[in-house]
């Protein structure tokens, strides 16, 4: 698989997730069909200027980042999805992760 094409597809499943959609949802809201979706994905498909155009806008994210071109975004699109995640969980869940994130952050000091 090409570089690149092997890139823009981790990124689009990266956007998507962080979109918090499925791969159904996606292929519903694009009037494509599922299994293209995870083809493109998996770095099997070509994806055309359009569909990637209609995919950023869908995950709000830039055709340059995308492509590989805007890391500076990096940081915060990991914590927007940890912050999804961590919403969906009980008080008492989500203390135990903080927790367990703050011994992390101390073994790295």
């Known amino acids: 698989m090409n570089e690149d094409l092997s890139a823009i597809a981790g990124?689009?499943?990266?956007?998507r997730e962080m979109a918090g959609l499925s791969q159904g949802q996606v292929a519903?809201?694009?009037s494509i069909h599922r299994p293209t979706v995870s083809e493109?994905?998996?770095?099997r498909?070509?994806?055309?200027?359009?569909e990637l155009a209609?995919?950023?806008k869908l995950y709000?994210?830039?055709l340059e980042w995308l492509a590989g071109q805007d890391q500076?975004?990096?940081?915060?699109r990991k914590i927007r999805l940890a912050a999804r995640e961590l919403s969906g969980l009980r008080d008492d869940d989500l203390q135990k992760v903080l927790?367990?994130?703050?011994s992390f952050h101390q073994r790295a000091d």
């Open 99 to 102: 927790k367990l994130a703050r």
């Open 45 to 50: 498909r070509r994806v055309t200027a359009g």
């Open 60 to 62: 709000g994210v830039s």
């Open 11 to 15: 990124r689009l499943r990266e956007a």
């Open 72 to 76: 500076d975004n990096d940081a915060a």
């Open 28 to 30: 519903r809201l694009l």
């Open 40 to 43: 493109i994905e998996a770095g």
């Open 54 to 56: 209609n995919l950023a």
